[in-house]
């Protein structure tokens, strides 16, 4: 820094001050942030990290976001859990169809479209379990965490392969 500036420490930040040249010169002041907290600078960070991977975490954002809404469905409506289980098959039916249509021997398409189907079978029959039960009751956090454990395993094979 010159020898002509002047620093000032205010609340919101650092200010410079150049010092004046000649009588009728106009002030110039310049604000200049100081350095962010260690915090700031490792929650931007994580920010950062979990915007350049947002694909692999989707999982993630899915089973976040299906605990509250069987909590409220459960809260609001506990029948809903009724209604929830019959869409828990569709998976299956889905499975037994494709494969009636396209009869392979056991090949990678086969096993994967079954973990696929069963995975999403599950995670049905969770939400409409939980949406009659409540997602805290007995072993459903339990299920709830060991779904999302297998489901994010998969996704994130599955997209390493492509």
Known sequence: MSPRTRTVKVPGGTVRIPRQRGHRSQPIIVVTPERPSVSRRLLGFLAVRLWEHRGALAPLVVAVAVWPLAALLHWWAWWTGLLLAPVAAVPLVWLARVQRHHPDALTA??????????????????????????????????????????????????????
């Open 109 to 162: 398409a086969v096993r994967w479209r079954t973990v696929l189907a069963l995975l999403t079978a599950v995670a049905g029959a969770w939400t409409a379990l939980a949406a009659a039960f409540g997602p805290l009751a007995g072993p459903l956090e339990t299920c709830w965490l060991v779904i999302f454990a297998a489901v994010q395993t998969v996704w994130l094979i599955v997209r390493r392969s492509r």
